[in-house]
C-alpha cells in the first residue's frame, strides 16, 4: 500500500520530464523501482484498448517488457525499461546493409518480393519480415557481418515469440513488431515493448 500511495504521488509530480513517448502513452522514468519506467496513456478512455494489450505482456514475460503494476482505470503501467535505443541502432545497420547488398526484399529463392500481402500488410524492415516468416533468418543473416552478432538474438527471439504461440499456425499473431518496437534486457534480450493485436 505504501508502495502504491508512492507512486502515485510519483505520477502526481510536475513537472517531470519525459524519456519517450509514443502514440498512446508518454513514459517517464520510475524513481521508485530500478529498471523500470512508468507509461501514462495520453488519454485514459483508451484504457479498455490498453488492458488486453498490457494482460497479455503480464502472461509472456520471456517475450514482452515486463509489467510490474498496472492501474487501468487512472491509465498508467510500470514496466520494465528496455534498451531501445541500442537494439534500433543495431537492427538499422543490418537492415541498411540488406538493402544495400539487395538481400532484405528476396524470398528464399533468391526471388525479388515485396511484402504486401493481405495477411501481413506492409512489411518494410527486417524485423517485421522475420516474425512474418522466422524460416528465412538464414537466407537473411548468413554470410553477412551480423551471422555471428544479432543472428542468434533473433533467432532466440523468434523461438520464444513461436513457443509463447504467437505464429502463423495458431493464427495468433502479434502485429506491429518493427526496429522500434523493441529493446534489449538486461539480459541482452530481444523484447517487445508496444504492440498490436490482430490477424494481420
Known sequence: MIKLIKLLKELNIQPKTPIGQGGEQIVYPSKIKSGFVIKKLYDERESEDWAE????????????AKVDKVDFDKGYIVQEKLDEKSLTKDLNELNDYLIKNDILFRNEQGEEEYYEEEEFGDL????????????RINMLLDNTPYEKTLKPKLKDFLERLNNAGFNKETGNIIRD???DNVGYDTAGKIKILDFLLGSH
Open 53 to 64: 494489450r498490457i494482460q497479455i505482456s503480464k502472461q509472456y514475460p520471456e517475450v514482452f
Open 124 to 135: 518494410e524492415d527486417v524485423l517485421e519480415i522475420l516474425v512474418a516468416f522466422p524460416n
Open 177 to 179: 513488431i518493427r526496429i
